[in-house]
């Protein structure tokens, strides 16, 4: 990854805060307001000492929403993608699961966790587990037969060949999932934190909205936004490295 | 149907019967979880009432709306960025990022631009729902083989009947997907964006519900939004299914 | 090892048929891009087709094979050289008249067998009467008349290539070129496919270009076998076979027909080895 690579993205990120200088102008303070009071009242939040316990509790919650959605969703997927019966059982209804609005299960999940850390975890890890599962069930589903043949023929332990063969031929695939897991779990979890406590990110914006603090919501999204997208071109990059040697399925560009 | 159709009927089946049986002997107390039969039965009843017509509509327009904008707008602004590969590997990282960023928090800004009502919520579902079509365009578009633009240029072909001929039909698996997660987002959209901040549609109810402790008319709102999604999106499984059949795998 | 005549090789006169196609000094690079060093992919080449004659091209992998292919049909631009088809200059697009097979399975498969075949005569505005026609022809030459309404994922490899043929076939092409279309069957149906190739170079009189790795094939199917060396690719030699006009592949019978497949060989036996990276053995 080059100097050269940001500069593009660089600029779709100036365009974006010039479109929200004009969208201002056109909407007013009441709508939107302009980047530059916005960034600096995002900077002094931050620097407040009573902000600090909020990130904590959010950065708290997504990371355990994460963990279980990560750890959970491989485990579960490589069950389900080894045994190609259980996978076929599976499939359809964790991609109805998928497809669903799951905040229609957001009340059912705040009876039964209550409110605080639990229910969000819970929700955060429920949007995130999902795409990790399936694409884990994916990955391992679609393991070259040949791979596992040329281990046997090789005499590789059971062992030897999870570690040498199955998990380098799987790894490009998972990733992917933990990386779209990453994005939901995060997603989730601030939803979850809307309703369900006092501390947070999610409760900080659930605040604003009520009190129609347009320069806050704006501060918290653009921080949470901001959060989301380093991490994901980071995620990206990574992603991209490892599917280098994958070969690309027919073609590109004439 | 298959074994493993058969499996998953008895799995179904054996978790409804479970939670029936659960909370029937008061294991699950009826605050946290109501009897699915209860559920059943609450459903039944508010949609034979008729006073959650206005809702239904409601909801149900804007997921159209929102479905019908978010696949076109994607098919276009994907097709344009294939064209411009500088512009589409400037919005890369965005793109990959988006599902992360909160929408609903712009969700208030809308609604100061567009007015209350549904429009905010349609534009809402609309932008949450029109990136997975632009990357599925993306996708498809990428990948028709090489072959087959060689064979377009043999057969001496406009860039326009390439495109029309040959580029769309072999990126089509891929746009279905892309329409079928514009579905299920635009569905996932508008109820979210009801439940959160909204004075009417189904989302809203479930919510209003909730608040009131109203657990009867709760589950019976969820049941009925799950049903709906749930039988929508079989459909457009069924129908894609009947496509991939006669293409053979993609 | 020196070269000894083969004896049943007839001399073919200089200019008996005019030429249809001409390479004239063509090369190919490939631009260095940021982590490759520029590519010469190709020549200086010259060769000439002759009208109505079959002339296949042998060589190591690697050695531009395709990319003469490419260069030929107006897929791709040469760096330098020029391209020249029924005297007309050939630059960036097919002209009229030529008909390419690729290696790769090109059939369409959201289209049926028929709707495959009758594509390229329905873009190009011939009356419906006349595609039927045409169609029907393809289809039952190529043996596809129980498959008609079949989708290409219903059939087998040797069968797509056949619609890929057929598709090529109705365009009536003066100039058919052929990029190892059989690279991806078995032997058997290399042979009989080779048998059809056959058939229809005579029933169409084109002039039929043909890429192989496959030695025998070159021989069994040409009238001249072009010889590549290794990357950049240029013609090492050029052999002509002397077969008759209406060969099959019983021509294997024959016994000089070994003669011709062992001097393809000794000719391509170091470049062969050069291409594999092993250096030249004595």
């Known amino acids: ?254 | ?250 | 090892m020196t070269e000894e005549p083969v004896p049943s090789l007839a001399r073919r006169q200089e200019g008996e048929r005019p030429v249809h196609a001409r390479l004239e000094g063509i090369t190919r690079v490939y631009p260095a891009r940021a982590s490759q060093p520029a590519v010469h992919a190709l020549g200086p080449l010259s060769m000439e087709l002759r009208s109505g004659e079959f002339f296949s091209v042998v060589g190591p992998s690697g050695c531009g094979k395709s990319t003469l292919l490419d260069v030929l049909s107006g897929l791709a631009v040469p760096t330098d050289g020029t391209v020249e088809f029924e005297g007309k200059l050939v630059r960036g697009a097919v002209p009229d008249g030529v008909g390419v097979v690729f290696q790769e399975d090109a059939s369409f498969p959201w289209l049926t067998v028929e709707d495959n075949v009758a594509f390229g005569l329905r873009r190009s505005g011939v009356d419906a009467a006349e595609i039927r026609r045409r169609v029907d022809f393809a289809v039952g030459f190529m043996g596809l008349r129980d498959f008609r309404q079949a989708y290409p994922s219903q059939l087998s490899g040797g069968m797509r290539q056949r619609v890929c043929i057929a598709r090529t076939l109705v365009l009536q092409p003066r100039l058919i070129l052929l990029d190892e279309p059989f690279g991806a069957l078995d032997q058997q149906t290399r042979l009989l496919m080779g048998d059809e190739l056959l058939r229809l170079w005579r029933e169409t009189s084109a002039t039929v270009l043909l890429i192989t790795h496959a030695l025998d094939e070159a021989n069994l199917l040409s009238d001249r076998i072009g010889v590549m060396s290794a990357r950049p690719g240029c013609f090492i030699d050029i052999v002509e076979t002397g077969w008759p006009h209406d060969r099959d592949s019983r021509l294997a019978e024959r016994p000089d027909f070994g003669a011709v497949t062992s001097r393809l060989w000794s000719l391509l036996r170091t470049e062969s080895m050069r291409a594999m990276g092993q250096g030249v053995r004595a």
């Open chain 2, 1 to 250: 149907m298959s074994k493993a159709a058969w499996i998953r009927l008895a799995i179904l089946v054996g978790a409804v019967g479970g939670l029936e049986i659960a909370c029937r002997s008061g294991l699950v107390p009826a605050t946290m979880v109501i009897a699915p039969s209860q559920m059943a039965a609450a459903t039944a009843g508010l949609l034979a009432s008729g006073d959650l017509g206005a809702d239904i509509r409601q909801t149900f327009t804007s997921v159209g709306i929102a479905i019908v904008l978010s696949i076109t707008g994607g098919f276009t602004v994907g097709f344009w960025l294939h064209w411009f590969p500088r512009l589409r590997r400037a919005m890369d990282p965005f793109l990959a990022a988006y599902y992360a960023i909160p929408h609903f928090a712009f969700y208030p800004l809308l609604i100061v631009i567009f007015g209350l009502g549904a429009l905010p919520l349609i534009v809402l579902a609309t932008l949450f729902a029109m990136v997975a079509m632009i990357v599925a365009t993306l996708a498809g578009l990428d990948r028709v083989p090489r072959v087959l633009l060689k064979t377009a240029r043999m057969h001496r072909l406009s860039p326009f009947e390439e495109m029309w001929r040959i580029r769309l039909p072999a990126a089509a698996p891929y746009l279905f997907s892309g329409v079928k997660l514009a579905v299920s987002y635009s569905f996932i959209g508008v109820i979210a964006g009801e439940f959160i901040l909204s004075t009417a549609g189904i989302g809203h109810e479930i919510a209003y519900a909730y608040d009131n402790f109203d657990n009867p008319r709760m589950y019976g709102l969820i049941l009925f939004v799950l049903a709906v999604v749930t039988a929508f999106n079989m459909l457009v499984y069924a129908y894609e299914r009947q496509l991939v059949r006669r293409r053979g795998a993609a």
């Open chain 1, 1 to 254: 990854m080059t100097l050269r690579s940001f500069r593009d993205p660089f600029l779709v990120v100036l365009s974006l805060v010039a479109m929200w200088q004009i969208l201002h102008e056109l909407a007013g303070n009441n709508a939107l307001t302009a980047p530059a009071p916005t960034l600096t009242h995002l900077w002094e939040m931050i620097s407040q000492p009573r902000f600090l316990p909020h990130l904590r509790e959010t950065a708290l919650a997504f990371a355990q929403a994460l963990l279980i959605a990560c750890l959970g969703g491989v485990g579960i997927g490589v069950l389900l993608g080894g045994h190609r019966l259980s996978g076929e059982v599976a499939e359809p209804i964790l991609v109805g699961l998928y497809s669903i609005p799951k905040i229609t299960l957001y009340p059912v999940i705040l009876l039964l966790f209550g409110l605080g850390m639990p229910a969000k975890v819970a929700f955060g890890a429920l949007h995130g587990i999902i795409p990790v599962i399936l694409f884990t069930m994916n990955a391992v589903r679609n393991v070259n037969r040949t791979y596992l043949r040329a281990g046997r023929a090789l005499r590789l332990s059971p062992s030897q060949t999870a570690w040498f063969v199955l998990i380098p031929a799987t790894l490009p695939e998972i990733f992917s999932g933990l990386r779209v897991g990453f994005s939901l779990t995060l997603l989730g979890t601030m939803m979850g934190e809307l309703f369900a406590s006092q501390r947070g990110l999610g409760f900080l914006l659930m605040t604003a909205i009520d009190l129609h603090d347009v320069e806050t919501i704006l501060a918290i999204a653009i921080l949470i936004s901001l959060f989301a997208v380093v991490l994901n071109a980071v995620m990206l990059a990574v992603d991209r490295r490892l599917h280098r040697h994958t070969a690309q399925d027919s073609g590109g560009k004439a």
